[in-house]
DNA sequence: CGCTTTTGCCGTATGGCAAAAGCGGTGCCATACT
């Protein structure tokens, strides 16, 4: 007791005089004596409670380079950026976009770091496993952990082979993250990360109060529309997450066109210039209202978002929870919104039918057969290529991806009930993804269980924070008019494919 | 799967019609090319 006491006082003294902040997040102290301990440790904390911190802080307590596998370039940089603003040690991003000689110098001093970046497809590469497995590895950390399971089996294999990697380069202590995790995907990262040794789990609830969840049936595209102007009304920070490229285009241009706000697009076919740009400028309040696809998330940390609307519904649960937590990060209230629709429902059903890589394409693939749906699907393709690379057998791949693809369908149909049903949905919310049972104050601004109330009352009811005037645009970048014209120069199909 | 959009055919100015095509979103990496 009296030990535990103290050793609370130490790490909080330490945040205190390293890090400049009065006390720990949830979570945090709990990992970090875990991990100090020893132990190999699993958390589960909402974005923006200081995942990265739990690394920050270990640096000078445990010996060794740290590993920190993140999923995306922009979050390695990010990382980077603040642990060289920090002071808090050596640090480095391994990736492709390195120069033969930067990537060299690296890998022949990585002894001089403290800290290396990089996606799980770069430490897979034989020549820098050999490379770490000739020094110590302090700490291994896994961040954004959940795409193990997300993206792991039909999108980015090389997330399936983590727990080999692990294995390899024995580091003292392992740490995996993440923000939103279901006892089954916990269960998958501690199986696939893990295997026979322990591990600390902390796991936060999912649940904020400050965000009032509804559900908005509606049996056209174009009742869409019309309950979607009632909300562009106000001048009000808003996300509105669609499912295609094509959508989110069409859509950005009719708000353009018929509202008064300013209004980008974003997507993955835009280039990284003009990615940055919409960021900028909505981080900046100089673009009210962004329509994007799901490449608008990680990452970004914008805290002001007020509205966020599902103009198309999202696949699961998962997706769900994650795009919503990107509004009210502020801690303000704020409106989450998802239309729901019959059609929207059969699309995603049939479609994922579509796209499902079948057992006999696998097996063409193997035995190198000139196969229809591969030579129709680059995606497929590389997934089977990603799964070759990395050593796996033909059996083993088609399990996997059977297995995905009854886990997909199970995902999709419970989310469909959710949206569908008439008990709290914050309180399925945190039933889906909490492990321990929680409570939700089911009032009257939690969700549209709650009381029936039209749009307009429900606005007025919770009173979202309004932008005030335009702030003045900062020296070089572009105005949001000109940024439409730059989007629409930079159409996709115009330089890729 | 079933619906919408594009293409191809006539044969020569414009449009009508049927057949065919297309149909998702997340990002690493490597390779081959400037």
Redesign the pocket.
């Known amino acids: 007791m009296t030990d535990l006491n103290s050793t609370t006082i130490k790490l909080q003294t330490e945040l205190h005089e390293r890090f400049n902040f009065q006390q720990f997040r949830p979570g945090q102290q709990e990992l970090l004596q875990a991990i100090l301990a020893g132990q190999n440790a699993l958390g589960v904390l909402p974005t923006g409670s200081g995942k990265s911190l739990i690394y920050q802080f270990l640096a000078p307590h445990l010996n060794g380079l740290f590993v920190i596998v993140s999923?995306?370039?922009?979050l390695m940089s990010d990382q980077l950026a603040r642990i060289q603003a920090a002071h808090l040690g050596k640090a480095a991003v391994?990736?492709?976009?390195l120069n033969v000689q930067d990537r060299r110098n690296i890998l022949t001093h990585l002894v001089d770091y403290k800290f290396l970046f990089?996606?799980p497809?770069?430490l897979c590469?034989p020549q820098v496993l050999r490379y770490l497995q000739n020094i110590t590895i302090g700490l291994f950390v896994v961040d954004e952990a959940h795409c193990i399971s997300?993206?792991g089996p039909?999108?980015?294999p090389d997330y399936l082979r983590l727990g080999q990697v692990q294995q390899q380069l024995q580091p003292q202590v392992t740490l995996a993250l993440t923000a939103t995790a279901t006892d089954q995907v916990c269960a998958d990262i501690v199986q696939q990360l893990f295997a026979q040794q322990s591990v600390f789990i902390y796991r936060a609830s999912v649940d904020r109060p400050n965000l009032y969840l509804r559900t908005e049936f509606v049996s056209s595209d174009e009742e869409k529309w019309q309950r979607l102007q009632l909300l562009l009304e106000q001048r009000w920070p808003t996300l509105i997450y669609v499912?295609?490229?094509?959508t989110a285009e069409e859509l950005a241009l009719k708000i353009a066109e018929t509202t008064k706000r300013q209004v980008a697009f974003y997507?993955?076919?835009l280039d990284n210039l003009a990615r940055q740009q919409v960021q900028q400028l909505f981080m900046t309040d100089q673009l009210d209202v962004v329509v994007a696809?799901?490449?608008f998330g990680m990452g970004i940390n914008k805290d002001n978002v007020c509205l966020l609307v599902h103009y198309d519904m999202p696949?699961n649960f998962e997706n769900y929870l994650q795009e919503i937590g990107r509004a009210g990060r502020d801690e303000q209230q704020a409106l989450t919104l998802i239309f729901v629709s019959q059609n929207d429902y059969q699309r995603?059903q049939?479609?994922?039918q579509?796209?499902q890589i079948r057992p006999q394409t696998v097996t063409h693939f193997y035995e190198q057969i000139l196969d229809e749906t591969l030579q129709n699907s680059s995606?497929q393709l590389?997934v089977l290529k990603?799964y070759q690379r990395a050593n796996f057998s033909e059996a083993d791949v088609i399990a996997t991806l059977t297995k995905t693809q009854e886990v997909r369908e199970l995902q999709l149909q419970q989310f469909w009930q959710f949206l569908n049903s008439t008990t709290c949905l914050r309180q399925q919310v945190c039933d889906y993804f909490d492990h321990e049972p929680k409570v939700i104050q089911h009032d009257a601004l939690c969700c549209s269980t709650s009381q029936t109330q039209s749009l307009s009352v429900l606005l007025q009811r919770l009173n979202l924070p309004t932008l005030v005037a335009a702030t003045t645009p900062t020296v070089n970048l572009l105005t949001p008019t000109q940024v439409w014209t730059q989007l629409f120069v930079n159409l996709p199909d115009k330089s890729s494919s």
């Open positions: 999923p995306l370039i922009s391994l990736n492709s976009r990089m996606a497809e770069t590469q997300s993206w039909d999108f980015r499912a295609t490229r094509k997507h993955a076919g696809t799901s490449a696949e995603l049939t479609r994922r579509l796209n995606g590389a990603a």
